[in-house]
């Protein structure tokens, strides 16, 4: 093993896993701070069980964010110091910028909200969760202008043997982030959507503790039915405009995406494709003519660049090199986020069917569809990141710098091994055991959730003087 | 002032900052399992600081984000350099910042009991490593020319370190001792009380040594750096005084003084430090300096804006949330976690 392939497996690993809480933690604080407020004006008790209930499975959830959130924030220094050195002028604004606008606000106002239920003015408490939610989406925005960037240079010069900033507005106003952006929080609200519908189908299928229960499940099962569908819809909208906008910036990873090796017009696009990566070319294919086309340019004719041009192009350009990333990833990654999200507005489109026709409750085999549905919007974004970053390839900083040329020279394999095992082993136990309290406290429901006022089992009550 | 010392100074104050308040939390994790014999009891020293940690802990986040940004050579071989401590900080951040959440949400003792030693480890090892960290920064450690750090895990747990790391992580207990003092009551003020009595001394013994094993290891008041003047004797007689405040009862003030230990101290080092940000113990000509791991002036410019703005904003509403949960946490409290 090479400390390249090393560490590019830790960033893939310990990102991945990062990223499978953060879009939960900015989806999900949308629908708390929406239900906290239902609960300030109308004063329905129902509506406060039901802050607690989702809010305590979002707790649960944006700690482990915040916490695996520490790791990346370290790694680009730890394990790609070469990479830090070449874009750190421009790449570290926007990390400070977040920690400084978003971090403190979001973790801040949550500590106010989680121990303030009796010690602020209601609505004082209020504003603090609306703050909490503005915090970590703001962070969401400028952790994706320095990914952006990562992905179309802007706003810098290479001077010095560096990347230097020269305009900060253009860094933040990246056109790839106004794309980029909008998709990574529709996502994550389509994810916070099918979870709060799959927790919801999961009760109302098993038949509710009480009439409270009954009642709240109901409700979140419309909430989550109706956010998660509009948001689906929103990801593929704006996933689609970001398509276009990829074939004009990184025609290479939309070339892979679509195992495209030559230049077509009209372009068919793949429905299924084995290929033969060192021969360059499809062993069998299933095409649909000019649909790529349409895809990229929204009529059924025009120019689609191929694998082999542009690596002619690149090499013309950039200097010998193999400039096409993995094709049997990228393409398989594409693929399965835009199959799950397909599958995800199918399960939410049904639902909101059965929902605004107040059916929700009676079709039980059908509500046990929606349970496993929760783990489309994982797949989707897991795919989609790994996509977007292995598409990128060879690169770290788009046409800038190969990714073989970020890493730590001052670190040995052993050393980068060594943190890769003993993240990994910490994240499998970590995910354990996250996994086993979202299940305990989503099957609980509301009210009847273990009391952590509870003295533990065993202890007896005259010791907890 | 040009701009390079003004982001040193930023973040000297960021540091400066992130030690006076995530050193009381670590102080307190640390204290957590050995204070809190009930569960009740561990609850209660969990609420002192639950509202609060996790903003204190943006304090280094920032830091760090703050050295990427003004200093990418500094963040970058500093980050490289200290590979397998670091790791094993973030770890311990990892271990802590869901053990905080967690802990509560099972009823099962040894669950509990995990957690609760989770936090404890969790405070310890950073509170441990930062000395460290700080004291190899001082005393300089093997660069060469490229600015790659060449030397190896064991080259930083040199005695020198081992004092500042000691020195923080007494430092730190202290001060969350005396935290738990203002913040408690009952038998855990008591507790608390004893506590402190027993590290304070020890913690000051610590600062004397590192203060003394800096002027016989290091360069760092006699060479390039700044005098820090005063600096290292008030800390040294800062934590004297929140000595005689414990004895005297006057919690308030011996609090106050170990903050003005840590603020010094940390002060002490960075103006030992200035300009260099890391020393070169192989060549003082390979030494990252404020200007030679910089960022361009537009860059230094864009972020103070940045920074001018945004600090007092963040400064109020985190001062505000003290100010919410400035009451003791008693018998009587309804505990969230």
Not at chain 1, 83 to 88: N, P
Not at chain 1, 158 to 171: Q, S, T, V, W
Not at chain 1, 272 to 284: C, H, L
Request: hydrophobic share 55%; charged share 10%; net charge neutral.
């Amino acid at each position: 093993m090479d400390p390249v392939t090393l560490a590019r497996w830790q960033f893939g690993i310990t990102t991945v896993y990062h990223f499978f809480f953060v879009p939960l933690t900015l989806g999900l604080i949308w629908v708390v701070a929406g239900l906290q407020t239902a609960w300030y004006v109308t004063g329905r008790d129902l509506y406060r069980r039901m802050t607690k209930f989702w809010g305590k499975l979002f707790l649960i959830n944006f700690a482990m964010g915040v916490v695996t959130g520490l790791v990346q924030e370290f790694q680009f220094g730890m394990n790609w110091s070469e990479y830090s050195r070449f874009v750190g002028d421009v790449f570290g604004a926007p990390l400070a910028i977040e920690a400084l606008l978003a971090f403190f606000l979001e973790s801040t106002f949550l500590g106010l909200w989680l121990f303030g239920w009796e010690r602020l003015p209601k609505k004082v408490h209020l504003a603090c969760i609306w703050l909490v939610a503005v915090g970590s989406n703001l962070s969401a925005y400028w952790i994706l202008v320095a990914n952006s960037f990562m992905q179309q240079p802007m706003g810098h010069v290479i001077n010095n043997g560096r990347a230097e900033m020269n305009d900060f507005l253009a860094l933040v106003t990246n056109p790839h982030v106004f794309v980029q952006f909008p998709h990574v929080i529709a996502g994550a609200m389509a994810t916070a959507g099918f979870f709060v519908l799959g927790i919801s189908a999961w009760h109302l299928r098993r038949g509710p503790a009480d009439d409270v229960n009954r009642e709240a499940f109901r409700l979140s099962f419309r909430i989550g039915a109706i956010y998660g569908t509009v948001a689906i819809v929103a990801t593929m909208v704006i996933g689609h405009a970001q398509a276009q906008y990829m074939v004009k910036v990184q025609p290479m990873k939309m070339a892979a995406a679509e195992a495209l090796w030559e230049t077509e017009n009209p372009a068919a696009m793949s429905l299924f494709t084995w290929g033969d990566e060192a021969q360059q070319r499809d062993v069998f294919a299933i095409k649909v003519p000019g649909l790529l086309s349409f895809l990229a340019h929204n009529r059924f004719e025009g120019e689609v660049r191929g694998i082999r041009q542009l690596q002619q192009e690149y090499a013309a350009r950039y200097g010998p090199g193999q400039y096409w990333p993995p094709v049997k990833w990228t393409y398989w990654t594409f693929r399965i986020m835009v199959g799950a999200g397909m599958a995800m507005f199918a399960a939410g489109a049904w639902a909101c069917w059965l929902t605004l026709r107040g059916r929700a409750p009676a079709a039980a085999w059908l509500l046990a569809l929606l349970v496993p549905a929760t783990a489309l919007p994982y797949i989707a974004n897991s795919a989609g990141w790994i996509f977007t970053e292995i598409g990128r390839q060879p690169w770290i900083v788009f046409g800038l710098q190969k990714t073989v040329e970020g890493v730590s020279p001052a670190v040995s394999v052993g050393e980068v091994l060594t943190t890769l095992i003993g993240y990994t082993l910490l994240y499998g136990v970590l995910m354990v055991v996250t996994v086993y309290l979202l299940r305990t406290y989503a099957m609980a429901g509301l009210g009847v959730e273990p009391d952590p006022a509870a003295a533990p089992a065993g202890e007896p009550v005259a010791a907890r003087a | 002032m040009d701009l390079n010392t003004l982001w040193f100074a930023l973040i000297a104050i960021l540091f400066i900052g992130f030690f006076i308040l995530e050193g009381f939390d670590y102080g307190v994790g640390i204290l957590l399992p050995l204070l809190g014999r009930t569960d009740r009891q561990r609850r209660e020293i969990i609420h002192t600081i639950g509202p609060v940690w996790d903003g204190n802990e943006v304090w280094v986040i920032t830091a760090g984000g703050a050295t990427f940004a003004a200093f990418p050579h500094w963040y970058a071989t500093l980050f490289s350099g200290f590979y397998l401590p670091l790791f094993l900080m973030v770890t311990a951040l990892i271990v802590r910042g869901v053990a905080f959440e967690f802990r509560s949400k099972d009823r099962r003792p040894i669950w509990r009991a995990t957690w609760d030693w989770g936090i404890f480890a969790g405070s310890l090892v950073p509170a441990l490593l930062w000395g460290v960290a700080l004291g190899n920064l001082l005393m300089g450690v093997p660069i060469d020319a490229s600015k790659t750090y060449t030397g190896g895990f064991f080259n930083l747990l040199n005695p020198y370190a081992l004092v500042a790391g000691l020195m923080s992580l007494t430092a730190f207990v202290t001060h969350g001792a005396i935290f738990l003092n203002l913040k408690t009551e009952g038998m855990l003020r008591e507790r608390a009380l004893r506590a402190t009595k027993i590290v304070g001394p020890i913690a000051t013994v610590f600062i004397g040594l590192f203060v003394i094993a800096t002027y016989l290891w290091t360069d760092a008041f006699s060479g390039l750096g700044v005098d820090p003047g005063l600096a290292p004797v008030a800390a040294v007689g800062a934590l004297l005084a929140a000595g005689g405040f414990v004895r005297a009862g006057r919690m308030g003030w011996a609090f106050s003084m170990t903050c003005v230990t840590i603020a010094m101290a940390t002060i002490t080092i960075f103006s030992a430090l200035y300009p260099r940000v890391m020393v070169s113990s192989l060549n003082p000509e390979w030494s990252l300096t404020i200007y030679n791991a910089s960022s361009t002036p537009y860059t230094l410019k864009v972020m103070s804006v940045v920074a001018l703005v945004c600090v007092p904003v963040v400064l109020a509403y985190q001062g505000w949330t003290y100010w919410v949960f400035r009451h003791r946490v008693t018998a009587d409290t309804h505990l969230e976690y």
